[in-house]
């Protein structure tokens, strides 16, 4: 074989081995999803666990969601009173700070903090459960892991999540006018007046449909990756890593996508 | 009845079984001796169903268990007792939570009294005090991890019992008081064991028959007289190397009470 060919199997044969690997990912987290969907039945063993992880993860998650959206709306503040300041009328602040809240900056800054601290926190546990055997105890007790361990955390995102992102929003927009008023001299009539001119109610539906769409992200990749570590501590740290960031990602191209389909396509 | 059929079972590259066979009659103790990542783990992972073999067949109760669907594994699990080798207790939950979760009839779970009174029998029979019911995995000793977890693989009464390595990493006084256990709940429970280990002389007291698995094969069947008096060089260099690691040890306990 001449160096040309070898120098472009190369690349081909890794090309192949990630398309593989890709699809045999897909394939094992769709049974996954299907066996979440199979263990709703077991209601009485995943409801009182949901409520256990959504207490922990929300009461736990909302200092830094309200810390974050709080900066987030102040941020925007400032940043619109530095451009429209003697271009537009002041009461546009209202629409701007409040719309960028509702459409973008609370969920999607919400998400991303959720799916480093959520996200790490679920690949964790489950890795740990996996390379400690306590999985296949589990299994081996007769028991499914997916309405004891998936549906659980999974169900708890998705009460929990959409909640702290409308409590997110509503910092934001009060941190916002706070800034505002401070630093330019906006009135609350003012801003109101700009909020409610520019407001739809479908704002908020997007904004909560978004957040239930970054929820689904933030737990189930996580779980997936955690249910799915090899190799001891090493994989632990893998898997956490790969869960963050591919939940990340997945935020991101949801944001594109969602945005796209509810808001461009009207 | 437990029975392996030829079963092959590789990991990529890696031959882990090329067609083992074996045997467990009901009521019977069978030792699974080999050095270790021999495959002795995997094959007791195919017994209750938790990987399935390349090739051919495992019978549990006269059941074809990589057959089995989902349903038809989870109630043939309920008869099968499993104790991991690092016990695998959920370390969020107490002992009691954890004994609790091996009552496999939902019934008797969901009872409140039942579960209690079955947590402090299945104490009892590990030799372990009730105060022990109250503490989470991480407050025991590896000695009590394992009984716990032996006590977990008792509580929903199984008809088999399956070992993974119940002393390693045990000193000797501890590894000595598990195999007693092992011998007493097959004396007092009758079920039918599988006891996955590298330590010969442990296996030799609390079996009926030992196996070797040697090199992805079952190398030799027998009881413990027989295996010592085989004349195979494999089953011969295993038994050397662990007189070897008895007379290591044994020198190790003299020196430090000496010292």
Same mark, same amino acid.
């Given at each position: 074989?001449?160096?040309?060919?070898?120098?472009? =199997?190369?690349? =081909?044969?890794?090309?192949?081995?990630?398309?593989?690997?890709?699809?045999?990912?897909?394939?094992?987290?769709?049974?996954?999803?299907?066996?979440? $969907?199979?263990?709703?039945?077991?209601?009485?063993?995943?409801?009182?666990?949901?409520?256990?992880?959504?207490?922990?993860?929300?009461?736990?998650? /909302?200092?830094?969601?309200?810390?974050?959206?709080?900066?987030?709306?102040?941020?925007?503040? =400032?940043?619109?009173?530095?451009? $429209?300041?003697?271009?537009?009328?002041?009461?546009?602040?209202?629409?701007?700070?409040?719309?960028?809240?509702?459409?973008?900056?609370?969920?999607?800054?919400?998400?991303?903090? /959720? !799916?480093?601290?959520?996200?790490?926190? +679920?690949? !964790?546990?489950?890795?740990?459960?996996?390379?400690?055997?306590?999985?296949?105890?589990?299994?081996?007790?007769?028991?499914?892991?997916?309405?004891?361990?998936?549906?659980?955390?999974?169900?708890?995102?998705?009460?929990?999540?959409?909640?702290?992102?409308?409590?997110?929003?509503?910092?934001?927009?009060?941190?916002?006018?706070?800034?505002?008023?401070?630093?330019?001299?906006?009135? +609350?009539?003012?801003?109101?007046?700009?909020?409610?001119?520019? $407001?739809?109610?479908?704002?908020?539906?997007?904004? =909560?449909?978004?957040?239930?769409?970054?929820?689904?992200?933030?737990?189930?990749?996580?779980?997936?990756?955690?249910?799915?570590?090899?190799?001891?501590?090493?994989?632990?740290?893998?898997?956490?890593?790969?869960?963050?960031?591919?939940?990340?990602?997945?935020?991101?191209?949801?944001?594109?996508?969602?945005?796209?389909?509810?808001?461009?396509?009207? | 009845?437990?029975?392996?059929?030829?079963?092959?079972?590789?990991?990529?590259?890696?031959?882990?079984?090329?067609?083992?066979?074996?045997?467990?009659?009901?009521?019977?103790?069978?030792?699974?001796?080999?050095?270790?990542?021999?495959?002795?783990?995997?094959?007791?992972?195919?017994?209750?169903?938790?990987?399935?073999?390349?090739?051919?067949?495992?019978?549990?109760?006269?059941?074809?268990?990589?057959?089995?669907?989902?349903?038809?594994?989870?109630?043939?699990? @309920?008869?099968?007792?499993?104790?991991?080798?690092? %016990?695998?207790?959920?370390?969020?939950?107490?002992?009691?939570?954890?004994?609790?979760?091996?009552?496999?009839?939902?019934?008797?779970?969901?009872?409140?009294?039942?579960?209690?009174?079955?947590?402090?029998?299945?104490?009892?029979?590990?030799?372990?005090?009730?105060?022990?019911?109250?503490?989470?995995?991480?407050?025991?000793?590896?000695?009590?991890?394992?009984?716990? %977890?032996?006590?977990?693989?008792?509580?929903?009464?199984?008809?088999?019992?399956?070992?993974?390595?119940?002393? @390693?990493?045990?000193?000797?006084?501890?590894?000595?008081?598990?195999?007693?256990?092992?011998?007493?709940?097959?004396?007092?429970?009758?079920?039918?064991?599988?006891?996955?280990?590298?330590?010969?002389?442990?296996?030799?007291?609390?079996?009926?028959?030992?196996?070797?698995?040697?090199?992805?094969?079952?190398?030799?069947?027998?009881?413990?007289?027989?295996?010592?008096?085989?004349?195979?060089?494999?089953?011969?260099?295993?038994?050397?190397?662990?007189?070897?690691? @008895?007379?290591?040890?044994?020198?190790?306990?003299?020196?430090?009470? %000496?010292?």
């Amino acid at each position: 074989m001449s160096n040309g060919a070898v120098l472009t =199997l190369g690349p =081909l044969r890794l090309l192949a081995r990630w398309s593989l690997r890709t699809a045999d990912h897909v394939g094992r987290f769709s049974f996954l999803i299907a066996d979440m $969907f199979r263990g709703l039945a077991e209601w009485r063993i995943w409801v009182p666990r949901t409520l256990e992880q959504a207490t922990a993860v929300g009461y736990g998650s /909302l200092f830094i969601v309200l810390l974050v959206a709080g900066f987030a709306g102040a941020v925007t503040s =400032l940043q619109t009173g530095y451009q $429209f300041t003697g271009t537009l009328p002041l009461y546009y602040a209202g629409a701007v700070i409040s719309e960028s809240m509702i459409l973008e900056l609370g969920p999607v800054l919400t998400a991303l903090i /959720l !799916a480093g601290r959520i996200g790490a926190r +679920y690949a !964790a546990e489950l890795g740990t459960m996996r390379v400690t055997e306590q999985i296949d105890a589990l299994e081996s007790l007769g028991r499914s892991p997916v309405s004891h361990l998936l549906l659980p955390r999974v169900v708890a995102g998705l009460m929990v999540i959409p909640a702290l992102t409308m409590f997110a929003n509503a910092t934001g927009i009060v941190v916002g006018y706070l800034t505002a008023k401070g630093a330019l001299g906006l009135t +609350y009539g003012d801003f109101e007046y700009g909020a409610r001119y520019f $407001f739809r109610p479908l704002d908020l539906w997007y904004s =909560l449909i978004k957040s239930y769409c970054f929820a689904a992200a933030i737990t189930a990749i996580p779980c997936y990756l955690g249910f799915n570590t090899q190799q001891g501590a090493e994989g632990v740290g893998r898997a956490t890593t790969t869960a963050v960031v591919s939940a990340s990602v997945a935020i991101l191209m949801l944001d594109a996508l969602i945005t796209k389909l509810l808001l461009v396509a009207k | 009845m437990i029975e392996l059929l030829d079963v092959h079972k590789r990991f990529l590259e890696n031959v882990v079984l090329d067609g083992v066979s074996l045997e467990v009659k009901d009521g019977e103790t069978v030792a699974l001796l080999g050095p270790s990542g021999v495959g002795k783990s995997v094959t007791l992972k195919m017994i209750n169903g938790l990987l399935r073999p390349d090739s051919g067949d495992v019978i549990v109760d006269g059941l074809h268990v990589p057959t089995l669907g989902r349903k038809e594994l989870a109630e043939l699990r @309920s008869k099968i007792g499993y104790v991991f080798q690092y %016990g695998a207790l959920f370390d969020s939950m107490s002992v009691a939570e954890n004994i609790r979760l091996g009552i496999t009839d939902e019934t008797c779970y969901n009872d409140e009294k039942f579960c209690d009174n079955r947590v402090a029998e299945c104490l009892r029979l590990v030799n372990l005090l009730p105060e022990v019911a109250t503490k989470l995995p991480a407050e025991l000793s590896g000695g009590m991890k394992k009984r716990v %977890g032996i006590a977990r693989a008792i509580a929903g009464k199984p008809k088999y019992l399956l070992y993974d390595e119940p002393t @390693s990493g045990l000193d000797p006084v501890n590894a000595d008081v598990i195999d007693g256990l092992i011998e007493r709940l097959r004396d007092e429970l009758g079920v039918t064991s599988v006891v996955v280990s590298h330590d010969v002389r442990g296996s030799f007291r609390v079996a009926d028959r030992v196996a070797l698995l040697w090199q992805a094969k079952i190398r030799a069947v027998g009881t413990a007289e027989e295996i010592l008096a085989s004349r195979d060089t494999a089953v011969q260099q295993f038994l050397e190397r662990d007189l070897e690691m @008895s007379l290591i040890q044994a020198e190790g306990n003299q020196d430090r009470h %000496g010292a």
